[in-house]
Structures are given as C-alpha cells and as structure tokens.
C-alpha cells in the first residue's frame, strides 16, 4: 500500500509488495522456525509464488448485457457519451389536436451509483409515455454501456449533475421530470438545487439520504441472512477484488491500471446480485442477475479519496422560503434499510412533497410493488389523488425495519 500511494504502475507496487512479503517470510523462517537457508528460502519462495498467484491472475470478466437493438447514445458536451432508451407517447390521428402534446420529458434517474438496470427500468417507466411524456432511462457515465474513465476521480454527483443539464440542453426540454431511485433521487434533487427553474415536478423512490452524516446508506446487507451476508463477504474478499478495492482508497489510479473496468465490473455485478435479496421484504426469492454494474462509478464516491456530497439542505429550504413550488412524489417502503430521518429531510425542505408509505416494500420498491408504485405515479402526475394515502406524520411508522 505505501508503494502504490506514490506509484500507480501495478508493477511497480506489486513487485514491491511481493519482495516484501518473500522478505519478511525468509526472515521470520529463519528466526522463528529455525530452519536453515535453502529450506527457508523455499518457503519464502512459496509464499511468493501463491501470493502472485491470487493476485497477478485476473478474476473471471463475467458475462455481458445483452445487446439492446433500440439503444442510442448523447454524445454530451461535457465528455461524456451515455447510452439510453427512450419510449416516445402513443402516434396523434391525423387531423386531431392532442392535449398531450408539448408534455415535460420524463428523464429516469437510477441508484447505485453505478448500477443502471437500463433494460428493467425502461420497460417499467416506459409505461409512463402513456401520459403524454417522452420517457428517457440512461446509464449514468462510467455503468452499463456508457463512457468508463481512465481516472475514477472523475466520477461523483457534480460530474453527474452536470450531464444531467447536457442532457436536458440536448434535448432542448425547458424543463425535466425527474423519477430518481436511491442515488437518483440525491442526484435529482442536488440538480433541482443547481437548476431550480429546470424541474417540474420529482418523483422519488428510497431516496439516499440528504444528511452527508446519515451513515444509513451504509446498512444496505443489513437485512440479509447470515448465508447471504457471508456469500456477499467471500465475493468482496477475494484477493484481487479486496486489493482493488484498498488500492482506490489510497491511489486511484493505481487501482484502475491494477483492476480494469471489465474485471471490475464483472466482479460488482456478482456481489451486488448476491446482495439483492437485501433490497426487498421477501429474502427468499429470486432476482435476476446485475449486468452492466460499474465498479468505479459505485466505488469511488464512497472512497476515502473521494470528496464528501455537499449538504444541499439549506439551499432547498431557501429556494423553497423565496417561492419554489416543485411537486414532489416521496415512496418509501417499510422494508427499506435506509433511515426515516432521510425521508424526512426531502419533507421538511420541499415542502409541496407527498410521501407514500408502502409497508410491504423494500429499498426497490418499484420491484416489490410495481403495479401499486405506477398507479401512484401515473396519479400524481395526472393530478389525480393517489390510490394510496400520503403518509402526513413525523413519527416512524410502526413495524419500519429501517
């Protein structure tokens, strides 16, 4: 590790660590175990040889997404080139008027970071182009099949925030409704806070919480079997993976050149997939497969090297005090690890918000509850009341396993 912090060549700080651990073994042989020079050298000589084994052998690259016929690509001013799927609203009649036309595009905003879900997503928000909106799901820069960087420093929420104004400047929207999950709600609303008069209206699932000292975020195995929490364990602990992993909090760089995007990524589509369980009330069934995860997109930002998210509290409530009046849609399920007090900011600093409690849902609650998620979207954006009621006080509902 002291290696890697000034070099960021793998073979620099490789051979390094693996003059170091021979070394130390030769040594300690010789004292400790009193055996003599050929028979401790040979000892040492093992060490090194299964030491450079588990780490100089690349872990499998996994399998890739399936190839998706209809998507397309912004190739966007700030560098970033973004793969999405778009559903566009039901064809006009010739010769009619539709009371649908000039709808704000809705734009899908996904969690992780780094986790895009592209297929899934579209096909489920896409169902809301039945409202008269243009639906837009795409994999935020450095997952599924958008741009990687060379440099993980690059990734984090003002990168992603400012894709997100390309994005709308692109498609030429004066305005944007944002529908963001987990991370995508924190990055929908620090966007609201950047563009205030760009949004119309915030649809918000488990949204990550807005409080830089709420450690929830931090419990997603929390709900996880014993089974299931040690099977996530033996994937992240694997020698090349934990290496790559502790390499990014003390070089990035380092950590880039000695674990490449697709081994990487490889490597967290298979520990977020043996973690989902986690996400839902139900443990005990089955989800499909994560593809197109994107290791450093996830990992950086959580990273000891990384910056801390700015606290946009404030900013919200004083754009709320001088008269912003954005409509917001809060779901949250009883099954989510994340805290209430995070659902609770959102509330407290935009004011016009609507929070739906779901007691029978996890963190993806769009997944443990789609058809009772969609008719509450499809009413809150039809200025409809909602099939469901809007859960008004402070107090943590009763049986929340938060």
């Known amino acids: 590790m002291v290696s890697a912090r000034f070099a960021a060549a793998p073979a620099v700080f490789l051979s ?11 040594a300690g042989a010789r004292r400790f175990l009193r055996l003599r020079r050929w028979t401790a050298a040979v000892m040492a000589l093992g060490v090194v040889g299964l030491q450079a084994t588990a780490f100089l052998v690349p872990l499998s690259s996994g399998t890739p997404e399936p190839a998706q016929t ?4 912004w190739q966007l001013p700030t560098g970033s080139r973004l793969g999405y799927l778009s559903q566009m609203p039901p064809p006009v009649a010739p010769g009619t008027t539709s009371p649908l036309e000039h709808k704000d595009p809705i734009v899908v905003l996904h969690g992780g970071p780094g986790i895009p879900d592209l297929a899934e997503n579209a096909a489920y928000f896409g169902q809301l182009a039945t409202l008269g909106h243009p639906v837009y799901t795409y994999a935020q820069l450095g997952s599924g099949p958008s741009t990687r960087l060379d440099d993980p420093r690059g990734y984090g929420l003002e990168r992603d925030v400012a894709d997100l104004e390309s994005i709308r400047r692109t498609l030429r929207a004066p305005r944007l409704i944002l529908v963001g999950h987990s991370y995508g709600a924190a990055l929908a609303a620090n966007y609201l806070a ?22 929830s975020s931090d419990r997603a195995s929390a709900r996880l079997t014993t089974g299931q929490r040690m099977n996530t364990y033996r994937l992240v602990s694997a020698p090349r993976a934990l290496l790559g992993y502790l390499l990014l909090q003390v070089n990035p760089a380092a950590a880039h050149a000695y674990f490449p995007d697709p081994e990487a990524d490889a490597r967290n589509d298979r520990v977020i997939t043996a973690a989902a ?20 997109a996830h990992q950086y930002p959580q990273s000891a090297t990384s910056q801390r998210p700015p606290d946009i509290r404030d900013r919200l409530s004083a754009l709320s005090r001088e008269g912003l009046k954005v409509e917001v849609l809060l779901i949250k399920g009883g099954c989510d690890y994340l805290s209430w007090q995070s659902a609770l900011d959102y509330r407290r600093v935009l004011p016009e918000t609507r929070l739906v409690y779901l007691p029978v849902a996890g963190h993806n609650t769009y997944a443990d509850q789609p058809q009772t998620v969609l008719a509450c979207i499809r009413a809150f954006l039809d200025h409809q009341d909602t099939p469901v009621p809007t859960y008004t006080s402070d107090d943590q509902p009763p049986g929340y396993q938060g």
């Open 16 to 26: 390094a660590g693996l003059l170091t651990a021979g070394a130390a073994t030769l």
């Open 70 to 73: 209809d998507l397309r690509y």
């Open 194 to 215: 950047a563009y205030p008069d760009r949004v119309a209206a915030l649809v918000l699932s488990s949204p990550a919480p807005l409080d830089p000292h709420d450690r």
């Open 277 to 296: 369980p986690g996400l839902h009330c139900d443990r005990s069934r089955s989800w499909p497969a994560t593809r197109g995860s994107g290791f450093y």
